[in-house]
């Protein structure tokens, strides 16, 4: 059995060293929750996909050379699956870079438009353009 005054002593002294504590960092904004932003998968696979993300023109693909974003040989988070294409999984990894509540803030969308964010493969298309029109019409309910 504990002694009452040494049980008021440890609370006593419990109770000053988290009123002493760290101090408070900011942490910035909190992540968005998974699965918060989960636009469309059938817009995904049948748009965003062939359209933008794995386009027949190499040059303004995501996934059509070696060192951008294929996940054998590719660089950054985005790491998206080629042999054989994994759509569940493109998806998925492709919303982690969305802001459901302000798309056009989107990484998946600034990183590859001319003028926004740097991009390592460079610009791939223009504001105003129907690549980025095809991008926000996927949050279109």
Known sequence: MSHPSLRN???ALLSL???TGCPTVDLGAPPVSPG???PAPAYFADVLWPELLASDDVAVS???QPACHRIEDGRSALRLSTDPVDLDRNYDIATRFLDCGS???SALLTKPLSGIDP???DD???PGSPEE??????FIP
């Open 9 to 11: 002593g440890l609370g």
């Open 17 to 19: 060293s988290l009123l």
């Open 36 to 38: 918060a932003c989960r």
């Open 62 to 64: 995501c996934v059509g």
């Open 103 to 105: 798309p056009e803030n």
């Open 119 to 121: 991009h390592g493969g």
């Open 124 to 126: 791939l298309f223009a």
């Open 133 to 138: 029109a095809l991008f926000l019409d996927w």
